[in-house]
């Protein structure tokens, strides 16, 4: 099974950026398409970006368009989140996950995950 490892979190202060970086274990968009998604404290799934093996073009939750993007080089199997314009709210534990591709863009949005990442932990201070 493809495995998803997650780096990159930190703290930061507000209006400051992060990025953040997966790598898979193996090519993975025959079967799945990648996104990221969030959990704040006490919050549940939150979508928060996807993007597919043919194309590299990013699709966004209304709270982070703008500011966030979301990129990928699938020679080295790797998923990049560049968080800009970060606010307290965006504070949560984001994961690094695999949707089945045949069903990517309603998957993504329900959080029916098919592999994540253990995430790593965003913090941003007022």
């Known amino acids: 099974q493809v495995q998803l490892v997650e780096s990159g979190g930190g703290s930061v202060q507000a209006g400051g950026s992060l990025n953040l970086s997966c790598i898979a274990s193996?090519?993975?968009?025959?079967?799945?398409?990648m996104g990221w998604f969030r959990q704040g404290p006490a919050k549940g799934y939150e979508a928060v970006a996807r993007i597919y093996g043919d194309s590299d073009k990013g699709y966004y939750a209304d709270s982070v368009q703008g500011r966030f993007i979301i990129s990928k080089d699938n020679a080295k199997n790797m998923i990049y989140l560049e968080m800009n314009g970060l606010k307290p709210e965006d504070t949560a534990t984001y994961y690094c996950?695999?949707?089945?591709?045949?069903?990517?863009?309603?998957?993504?949005?329900?959080?029916?995950?098919?592999?994540r990442g253990q995430g790593t932990q965003v913090t941003v201070s007022p």
């Open positions: 996950a695999a949707y089945w591709r045949s069903s990517c863009t309603n998957s993504w949005k329900r959080g029916e995950i098919a592999i």
């Open positions: 193996e090519y993975t968009y025959k079967y799945y398409c």
